[in-house]
C-alpha cells in the first residue's frame, strides 16, 4: 500500500494545501487549527462519498485511489494511538513503581525504628 503511495505519488487534501504520504506522519492526530490527520480523512471520506456513483448510464468511476488514500491515513492514524497509548502506560507504570517505591521504603523504615538500640548499634558495627 505505502509501496505504490510513494511509487505513484499520492498526495491529500489538507487546510494548507496538498501534501505527501510522508508528510502525514508528521501530523497531529488532531487539533493544530484544522491541519491534522483527523481532517485529511473526514475530507477524504466525503470525497469517496461525493464520487459518482454506478449506473447504468455512465462509466464507473474507480474510487481505489481515494480508498488507498483513507486506508493509508486511517494506519498511521492507529500507529499515532498505539504509540501514544504506549506511552501514557509507560507513565502510569512509572508513577505506579515510584509509588510502590515509596512504600517499601516507609516500611523499611518502619522496620529499622522497630529495632531496639542493642541491635541498631550491632548493624552500625557490621557496616564498618
Same mark, same amino acid.
Request: net charge negative; hydrophobic share 30%; aromatic share 6%.
Given at each position: 500500500m505505502y509501496k505504490k503511495a510513494l511509487q505513484e505519488g499520492y498526495v491529500y487534501p489538507s487546510t494548507r494545501g496538498n501534501?505527501? @504520504?510522508?508528510? #502525514?506522519? @508528521?501530523?497531529? #492526530?488532531?487539533?493544530?487549527?484544522?491541519f491534522n490527520l483527523n481532517s485529511v480523512y473526514v475530507t477524504l471520506e466525503e470525497m469517496l462519498e461525493k464520487a459518482p456513483k454506478k449506473s447504468l448510464l455512465s462509466q464507473s468511476v474507480d474510487t481505489t485511489y481515494i480508498q488507498n488514500r483513507i486506508d493509508i491515513v486511517k494506519d498511521i492514524a492507529a500507529d499515532k494511538i498505539a504509540e501514544k497509548n504506549s506511552k501514557l502506560k509507560a507513565k502510569e507504570n512509572k508513577a505506579k513503581r515510584e509509588h510502590i517505591l515509596q512504600i517499601l521504603a516507609s516500611k523499611q523504615d518502619d522496620a529499622l525504628k522497630s529495632k531496639t538500640e542493642e541491635e541498631l548499634l550491632k548493624e552500625l558495627e557490621a557496616l564498618d
Open positions: 501534501i505527501t @504520504t510522508q508528510d #502525514l506522519f @508528521t501530523m497531529h #492526530l488532531d487539533g493544530n487549527s484544522g
